[in-house]
């Protein structure tokens, strides 16, 4: 089975404005492994869609990914990891649970926050808005 890569919603905005190196960074998961979008981040998706035909290319585009959807398991951690790292890291909410999808999935993550460069995919448990949740 190929291994799980969560693509953020950062690098997904730079594929849909046609940023030549989001555009590459998909590829290259694509080449070595199966992206996945958390749900939280295709709903973000969702409301940053203005019309309808934005939200159809949405649908088509979103087929390309794995789906992880929210667990018991899943909402949780986001709690643990706001008390942890809100006030010293301006961790927020969304960015709380796409982190614990990570986490829980045990996904390697594209993003381009936390200095995670899109071409080179980090392994994490949690790499969103610089925070690393290993061993902290």
């Not at 159809?56 to 951690?77: C, H, P």
């Not at 709690?79 to 790292?85: A, D, E, F, G, S």
Request: glycine share 8%; hydrophobic share 40%; with cysteine.
């Amino acid at each position: 089975m190929a291994e799980v890569v969560l693509v953020d919603g950062d690098v997904l905005i730079d594929i849909g404005r046609n940023v030549e190196e989001a555009v590459a960074c998909l590829d290259q998961i694509e080449r070595r492994s199966s992206p996945a979008v958390s749900a939280v981040t295709h709903m973000e998706l969702i409301v940053g869609c203005r019309n309808k035909t934005e939200l159809r290319k949405l649908d088509r585009f979103s087929g390309r990914f794995q789906a992880v959807s929210l667990t018991e398991a899943i909402s949780d951690r986001p709690l643990q990891l706001l008390r942890r790292y809100r006030l010293s890291h301006g961790l927020l909410i969304a960015d709380a649970v796409i982190a614990a999808t990570a986490s829980h999935a045990r996904c390697r993550g594209a993003s381009e926050e936390g200095g995670n460069d899109r071409g080179a995919l980090e392994p994490i448990t949690v790499l969103l808005n610089g925070v690393s949740d290993q061993g902290r």
